[in-house]
């Protein structure tokens, strides 16, 4: 079984520009996560799909931060402008369902560096 | 804001070691999860613990939890190199929670050779 897809890597941008990230979650799952790891820290969600319709989004910065799940299957998370304290690494995970037992699976990251 | 605190930070052991980590938690939960991270990985999941449960075991890993002291505790017994990692607790607090994990700062384990 294919797991969670995520691209780029690896990206490095100075502040002010503009960057996106894309997420395929494993097929079937209709819950997405989007996660925000900053360098010796624990994951921090920032918005959470059910299908193609936002869950939470409670911590997502929103003045710059923006999230779709168009047709509830892959996701892209964009941040525009970029600051320097976003730089970390962006996770996406997906689960069967929103259950809390439901085991969520992450992707590799996208390690994002900004300048 | 991070709910789980784990300790230690970093944990240095030899291989065949029993390594021990602790996560403590401020809220109510319904569940506790542990995640391992290997270096510039995504994190996998290694076990759950309900709230109405005490103890778990999985391979090798044995996970506790303390309700009342806010505390939960994963063992790994006869370490291997490959155990190398950061381990993560995560918590859910149910209701409209919806699956949302919270997690904590993580124990970076090191299994010497």
Sequence with gaps: ?115 | SQQGEEDPQALSIQEGENATMNCSYKTSINNLQWYRQNSGRGLVHLILIRSNEREKHSGRLRVTLDTSKKSSSLLITASRAADTASYFCATSAGGTSYGKLTFGQGTILTVHP
């Design chain 1, 1 to 115: 079984e294919a797991g969670v897809a995520q691209s780029p890597r690896y990206k490095i941008i100075e502040k002010r520009q503009s960057v996106a990230f894309w997420c395929n979650p494993i097929s079937g799952h209709a819950t997405l996560y989007w996660y925000q790891q900053i360098l010796g820290q624990g994951p921090k969600l920032l918005i959470q799909f059910q299908n193609n319709g936002v869950v939470d989004d409670s911590q997502l910065p929103k003045d710059r931060f923006s999230a779709e799940r168009l047709k509830g299957v892959d996701s892209t998370l964009k941040i525009q402008p970029a600051k320097l304290e976003d730089s970390a690494v962006y996770l996406c995970a997906s689960s069967l369902s929103h259950r809390e037992t439901d085991t969520q699976y992450f992707g590799p990251g996208t390690r994002l560096t900004v300048l």
